[in-house]
């Protein structure tokens, strides 16, 4: 079978491959690669390696070299050494720092008639109750308080306390 992709590469990408490789501080896979590429270089200057051959030698395995040779012939010496960027975010972002502040404000609030302070349960429902959230979890109330240093069970929650007036 005819390999599908082929790597010839310049001279000055040689060079470059060779610094990367043999100097300085890189990442390891980075490195890696960049010693896959040179010795998969089927130019004037490679030294013509079979694929199974540079998987045996640098202990990879043969679709990952496929792989490899696809992204610098399709995308460019660059984009083949390094990881490719995540489109999307693993999942969108519902509890951001507009949803801690208001927490935060409802947390130094006065607590509910009948409550001496606040509880992570009646801090979420509260939450919901004033439609700030759908839905929120009394451990990602906790979670968010603990994040943010704020404690429930302090004395003082951050409200500012009514002084006594004198002499009146």
Not at 30 to 48: C, M, N, Q
Not at 114 to 126: D, I, N, P, S
Not at 133 to 151: G, I, Y
Request: with cysteine.
């Amino acid at each position: 079978m005819a390999p599908r992709y082929r790597v010839t590469l310049t001279q000055p990408e040689r060079a470059d491959l060779e610094k990367l490789s043999t100097t300085g501080a890189h990442a390891a896979k980075t490195v890696l690669y960049a010693r896959a590429l040179l010795l998969l270089d089927a130019g004037d200057w490679g030294r013509k390696w079979q694929v199974s051959d540079v998987a045996e030698a640098l202990g990879m395995v043969p679709r990952t070299l496929e792989r490899l040779k696809r992204r610098f012939v399709e995308e460019g010496l660059e984009a083949s050494l390094q990881r490719k960027k995540r489109e999307t975010p693993p999942r969108k972002v519902i509890f951001d720092g507009a949803f801690e502040a208001k927490l935060l404000a409802v947390a130094c609030s006065a607590a509910p008639e009948g409550r001496t302070r606040w509880t992570v349960r009646l801090l979420a429902e509260k939450l919901v109750e004033l439609n700030i959230v759908p839905s929120v979890s009394a451990m990602t109330v906790c979670n968010t308080l603990k994040k943010t240093n704020f404690d429930l069970t302090c004395t003082s929650t951050g409200r500012s306390r009514q002084m006594a007036m004198q002499g009146s």
